[in-house]
């Protein structure tokens, strides 16, 4: 054998079902380094030609292609099983509230700007809709506000509200007063008293909504 011999008879002397002997050992090693750019031309020339022939490869080096082949294939599951998909997506949702709730605030605190913009894009292509809630809202605080509730401190916290809004306390533009257990929810209904109030972000709030309190189910 000599150094000199083509990339396919190397490939085939190696597929022959010979003991690999030393000498063979090292005769494959120099050749290897004698003919390393020829060798990797000939296996560049392979994959191509093995690419061509089978659109979708086992391996196929070019990741935006694969990116996009799973984007499609997704999108694709998703348009034929939205109904599947939303009931999932309830079912995790249901089982991690804990998980969403963190999430939802984690995201909030971290893009105040971005939630505060889609919150009032949303709110201004629905008037009248947070209008009728607004006023619903304002019956239900009468019917959940008990004689003995102080009337006093509870001004007190929305003035508090008003006034970290207008100074922009800790550089948050808007500030809340917020029922720590929710005036309605689907299990529980809080009181508006002094004691049932705290002043928070607005988009901490927003992102809160009636399905988060302490010592929750």
Sequence with gaps: MTADL?????LRLRALPVKRTQVRVEYERRYR??????LNAYMRSRREEYRLKNPLPIIV???A???ARDKASKSAWYQAN???HRENDAKWRLKNKEKVAAYVKEYATKNMGIVKKAQT???KSHIAYYGAKTMERNARKLDATPAWANQFFIEEIYDLA???????????DKWHVDHIVP???????????EHNLQVIPSVENYSKGNRCWPDMP
């Design 121 to 123: 894009k949303y709110r």
């Design 65 to 67: 292609e694969i990116a």
């Design 82 to 84: 939205k109904e599947k």
């Design 6 to 10: 083509p990339p396919e008879e190397a």
């Design 33 to 38: 380094q004698a003919n390393r750019q020829k």
């Design 162 to 172: 008003q006034r970290r809004t207008k100074l922009k306390t800790g550089g948050i």
């Design 183 to 193: 005036l309605q929810s689907k299990l529980v209904c809080g009181l508006h008293v």
């Design 61 to 63: 080096r070019d990741a």
